[in-house]
């Protein structure tokens, strides 16, 4: 069975940083991009990063460029989103999703097909 | 970047009915980077539609997807219980690479 499962959420304060990971199975994972998204309560969604499957090119929306890092060890199957200078706007839930259309790059071309059931993460004093 | 605009924001309907949900784009989309999913409470996203038209895997043919350049639509034929959700819009711009969502349509029972 093909699964995404994410981990280390919690609650950090503002200016802190925190590593989520995203441990992949049921499919060659150096095969696919990955993709984060994120999700605040009662909002639509938010692409943050994104991956290639050799790891070797990154994407970032503007509102994290800068402050937020995506990397992946393919001998883990595991994807990482280290978070830097958190803002009480970082406060959601973070989805690691992945491309559907096999190959090395991010290339959009047929959505995410699969999807994590999310960790939370709450930037607070 | 290109925005995206989904209409309208909720839609009242009863199952059996037929949903049409709109997607527009600030401007024009390649229909191949034109995806759709659905959002339950609690739940993460479900790829439903991609290729501005093409139905994943498992998803009940009821969902179509249609549309080129800025105007796409989701339709549902008959809606079923199970389908009263948040649906949203998706597409992928190339420079710079990133993913845009609409604002989400939210499916409620009449």
């Known amino acids: 069975e093909v699964q995404l499962l994410e981990s280390g959420g919690g609650l950090v304060q503002p200016g802190g940083s925190l590593r989520l990971s995203c441990a992949a199975s049921?499919?060659?994972?150096?095969?696919?991009?990955m993709s984060w998204v994120r999700q605040a309560p009662g909002k639509g969604l938010e692409w943050v990063s994104a991956i290639s499957g050799s790891g070797g090119s990154t994407y970032y929306a503007d509102s994290v460029k800068g402050r937020f890092t995506i990397s992946r060890d393919n001998s883990k199957n595991t994807l990482y989103l280290q978070m830097n200078s958190l803002r009480a706007e970082d406060t959601t839930v973070y989805y690691c999703?992945?491309?559907?259309?096999?190959?090395?790059?991010?290339?959009?071309?047929?959505?995410?097909?699969?999807w994590g059931q999310g960790t939370t993460v709450t930037v607070s004093s | 970047e290109i925005v995206l605009t989904q209409s309208p924001g909720t839609l009242s309907l009863s199952p059996g009915e037929r949903a049409t949900l709109s997607c527009r784009a600030s401007q024009s989309v390649s229909s191949s980077y034109l995806a759709w999913y659905q959002q339950k409470p609690g739940q993460a996203p479900r790829l439903l539609i991609y290729g501005a038209s093409s139905r994943a895997t498992g998803i009940p043919d009821r969902f179509s997807g249609s549309g080129s350049g800025t105007d796409f639509t989701l339709t549902i034929s008959r809606l079923e219980p199970e389908d009263f959700a948040v649906y949203y819009c998706?597409?992928?711009?190339?420079?710079?690479?990133?993913?845009?969502f609409g604002q989400g349509t939210r499916l409620e029972i009449k």
């Open positions: 999703a992945k491309e559907q259309t096999t190959g090395n790059t991010f290339s959009g071309r047929g959505g995410m097909d699969v």
């Open positions: 049921g499919f060659t994972f150096s095969s696919y991009a």
């Open positions: 998706q597409q992928y711009g190339s420079s710079p690479r990133m993913y845009t």
